[in-house]
């Protein structure tokens, strides 16, 4: 009779302390199910607010320096077909998240003896649109990127220039299509 008082002292035992375990592991999964979806809560909103913000959404330029600049903008109408004006060819686009709306990606031959690419002294610049060009600016500048001008603002976009880690010179263009549009001479479609 001892012994099986034992025993069902013993299986009580056992069965509270499996009941013990039971209940730690179970609040260990909610625990770890809670510091998971919170640790995935605020790495889905940093990646939000990293992503919200865009930088480069596209080519607004291409500039390059050549021997005779009018020469090149003939030979480039004459062999390839682009539609060039005095300053080389606009190619006309529709933008991806609109379709409606137009773009521009400005094709222009420089004269080899130009400052305009300086400091750099690279043969070419690139044009790239971006959005918010003044929030951009504001990241780069934490980021320690060298901004070599003020931002300039006309009807058709606001301007800055950069530098990248190879010395190359980059303009930054915040477009204004609409009004940009209406002073484009030669397009290339």
Aim: charged content about 25%.
């Amino acid at each position: 009779m001892k012994r099986h008082h034992g025993n069902t002292l013993m299986n009580s035992i056992l069965k509270l302390r499996m009941y013990q375990m039971i209940a730690i592991i179970s609040l260990s999964i909610v625990i770890s199910f809670g510091f998971g979806f919170t640790f995935k809560s605020i790495v889905s909103n940093q990646t939000e607010e990293k992503t919200t913000m865009k930088k480069v959404t596209g080519i607004g330029g291409i500039f390059f320096k050549c021997e005779d600049p009018g020469k090149m903008r003939e030979w480039y109408k004459t062999h390839l077909g682009l539609d060039t004006d005095q300053y080389g060819t606009n190619f006309q686009w529709y933008q991806g998240s609109d379709s409606t709306q137009m773009g521009f990606t400005q094709w222009s031959p420089f004269s080899s003896k130009t400052k305009y690419f300086e400091p750099s002294q690279k043969d070419f610049m690139i044009n790239y649109r971006v959005e918010n060009l003044e929030a951009l600016l504001e990241e780069l500048k934490k980021q320690g990127v060298t901004i070599l001008d003020e931002v300039q603002a006309v009807e058709y976009g606001k301007f800055v220039h950069i530098m990248d880690i190879e010395g190359n010179k980059i303009e930054l263009w915040e477009p204004v299509d609409e009004e940009y549009d209406k002073i484009v001479g030669g397009r290339t479609k």
